[in-house]
């Protein structure tokens, strides 16, 4: 059964400069976690159609539409390329297929076309190979293989009629508001409501300058439904054969979040945090040495040396990126007692403690979120988490340490041990202490954590065998490679006669085993089901912007889930409505396509 595709379309608002990507990646990542396949449609970014608009009436009088059609479809055409390089830099493995690829034909008009048909099928083999797939929206071919646009706000149309065309199982139009807001008979928008459900004749009547009527004439024709949300939202509004409905917009305040460690993978996460000050206030961050010159402007007030210092400023959620088991076991034991969520990545701790494991055995907590301890941005544990939940578990499999994975990549191509793990140390995949990468330890507690959730009972890290990369390792990678196979450290937990085995090992694997495709600090987990049927993620698994999307898809879920207990279904408030709008007003903007 293929998994469930969902499509997203990023309006200009959302992609409104080049720091807006992360914000995407994040949205893409969310769905990717939750084991859906996102086929992400794009815009121009900002103001860009409208500048190449300008740029050729201005120089060019009144351009031929051919001419034009060429011109402003390149902004959404950069806008993937950006997408992917951000989608690439978080480890998400993505495709870019464009018009021509896709045989996206329309009707002959050049700069208003009706898009007709696809090759549903080319999304589907991308979607076989990778998780994701960046669309660049608003044009098509016509018969003549010449470009054709939608029309104004045509990227909507490209992600209703591709997800009509693919079946997907949602559709959502992400803007820079929450939802459609109501609208109030002088015409002025109620910043404090917005529609929770909405008609076709009612998004007609009061979307305009949001979505494209076409495309909502689009979706009205074939029932289709469609969802109008902000990144990050739970919520927003749902257009189709709905009654209209309302519901209060209530803002939110920022999470009060306390950060522990600003190294390889806290740096990321810090930038990602107080890129969001809306949503997101890091009230302190607990460090070794406060005093030490930082590769970021941090406020140095936010830095302290002492865990309780930190856990004093009133967190409201605990993000833990420090390593190690003295300071990080008091932050887990302190937010276990006071029932504070902590996203955390740290394996050696984790895995280390029997209550961690005996929780995840019982289907986890939504209290303790640990993504990103097993596989960087490959959503590995919430694999293995879902098949779990169905019970058909019968092995899970994977290549689950970078650094080792980096340096037997570099000896199988005839480079040099330490070289190799020099540069994995620079590229801030390895651990402080490397010892815990090459000696296997990490990949032990890795598998003890997915091990404890894929059979339900805890497998603490002491019952599994281990190998290392250690001396000899060279000899037997250039055995392997003069075989035809590659040598890989592989961790394998697998369930027979009621028992749980697990083992980490050097394997020597045929060439196409999907554990030897897995290259450089790439990681991969196939889990196996009860049917015989593999499941298999992969990514980046390591360094610090995979890690970062993982640790941050753990914190966004934690802020939604807190908004869900305090007051029913969260807001999420976009930077760029509260700077254009009075007092933080949500504002709307035209998409420009
Ligand atoms: P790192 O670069 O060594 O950074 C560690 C940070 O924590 C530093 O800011 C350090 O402070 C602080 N810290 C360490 N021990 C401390 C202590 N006892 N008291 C106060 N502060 C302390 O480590 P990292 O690579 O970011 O890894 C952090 C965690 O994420 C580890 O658990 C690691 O296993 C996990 N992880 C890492 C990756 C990766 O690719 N790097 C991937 C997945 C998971 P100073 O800055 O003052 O030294
Ligand atoms: N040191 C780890 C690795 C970091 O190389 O895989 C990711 O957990």
Redesign the pocket.
């Known amino acids: 059964m293929r998994d469930p595709i969902i499509v997203l379309k990023f309006g200009s608002s959302v992609l409104a400069g080049a720091d807006d990507f992360p914000i995407a990646v994040q949205e893409v990542y969310r769905e990717v976690r939750r084991g859906r396949r996102v086929v992400a449609v794009v815009s121009a970014h900002g103001d860009t159609t409208e500048r190449l608009l300008h740029e050729a009436r201005e120089r060019w009088g009144e351009p031929q539409p051919e001419s034009l059609a060429r011109l402003l479809e390149t902004g959404e055409a950069r806008s993937a390329a950006r997408l992917g390089l951000a989608l690439d830099a978080a480890g998400v493995p993505a495709r870019i297929l464009d018009p021509v690829q896709l045989d996206l034909a329309t009707s002959d008009e050049v700069l208003d076309a009706e898009p007709l048909a696809f090759r549903a099928r080319a999304v589907h083999a991308a979607l076989v190979r990778v998780p994701v797939v960046v669309v660049p929206g608003f044009s098509g071919r016509r018969a003549d293989g010449s470009p054709a646009l939608l029309g104004r706000g045509g990227s909507d149309l490209t992600a209703l009629f591709l997800a009509h065309g693919l079946q997907a199982a949602e559709c959502r139009l992400l803007k820079d508001v929450d939802g459609l807001l109501r609208v109030h008979p002088d015409g002025s928008l109620d910043h404090g409501t917005r529609y929770a459900t909405a008609s076709y004749a009612e998004c007609l009547r009061v979307g305009g300058p949001l979505i494209q009527p076409k495309a909502v004439e689009f979706a009205a024709a074939r029932g289709q439904s469609f969802r109008i949300a902000a990144c990050g939202s739970g919520g927003g509004t749902l257009a189709g054969p709905y009654p209209n409905r309302f519901e209060p917009v209530v803002a939110k305040p920022p999470t009060r979040v306390a950060l522990?460690?600003?190294?390889?993978?806290?740096l990321g996460v810090y930038r990602w945090l107080s890129g969001q000050p809306e949503n997101f206030q890091v009230v302190g961050i607990?460090?070794?040495?406060a005093g030490?010159q930082r590769a970021v402007d941090v406020p140095v007030q936010l830095l302290t040396?002492s865990a309780d210092h930190l856990l004093g400023r009133d967190p409201d959620l605990v993000v833990e990126?420090?390593?190690?088991e003295?300071?990080a076991a008091g932050l887990l034991d302190w937010c276990r007692r006071q029932q504070v969520p902590l996203v955390s990545?740290?394996?050696?701790l984790l895995a280390g403690d029997p209550e961690t494991l005996a929780c995840l055995a019982r289907g986890g907590s939504p209290e303790l979120a640990l993504a990103?301890?097993v596989g960087?941005s490959v959503p590995a544990l919430e694999l293995v988490d879902r098949l779990a939940r169905l019970g058909t578990i019968s092995q899970v499999q994977g290549v689950i340490n970078?650094t080792c994975n980096f340096i037997l990549d570099r000896l199988h191509e005839g480079g040099d041990f330490q070289a190799a793990l020099t540069e994995a140390q620079l590229a801030?995949?390895a651990?402080?202490d490397p010892y815990l990468d090459v000696s296997g330890l990490d990949c032990v507690y890795k598998l003890s954590l997915l091990a404890s959730r894929a059979f339900g009972r805890p497998v603490p890290p002491g019952s599994i065998q281990r190998e290392g990369v250690g001396a000899g390792v060279e000899a037997r990678v250039r055995a392997a490679r003069d075989r035809g196979q590659v040598l890989r450290l592989v961790a394998t937990a697998l369930k027979g006669q009621g028992e749980v085995g697990c083992r980490v090992a050097l394997e020597a694997l045929p060439a196409d085993h999907p554990l030897a495709a897995c290259r450089q600090e790439k990681n991969a987990v196939l889990v196996t089901d009860a049917e015989g049927v593999g499941h298999l993620v992969e990514g980046k698994g390591?360094?610090?912007w995979p890690?970062t999307v993982s640790v941050v898809g753990d914190v966004l879920d934690a802020r939604r889930a807190l908004a869900r207990r305090q007051t029913g279904p969260e807001q999420v408030r976009s930077t760029r409505s509260i700077q254009a709008g009075a007092e933080g007003a949500p504002t709307r903007r035209r998409e420009s396509a």
């Open positions: 522990a460690g600003l190294g390889t993978v806290g607990l460090v070794r040495d030490r040396e990126v420090m390593g190690g003295g300071p990545a740290n394996k050696q990103a301890s960087g970078g801030g995949m651990e402080a390591a360094g610090r890690t």
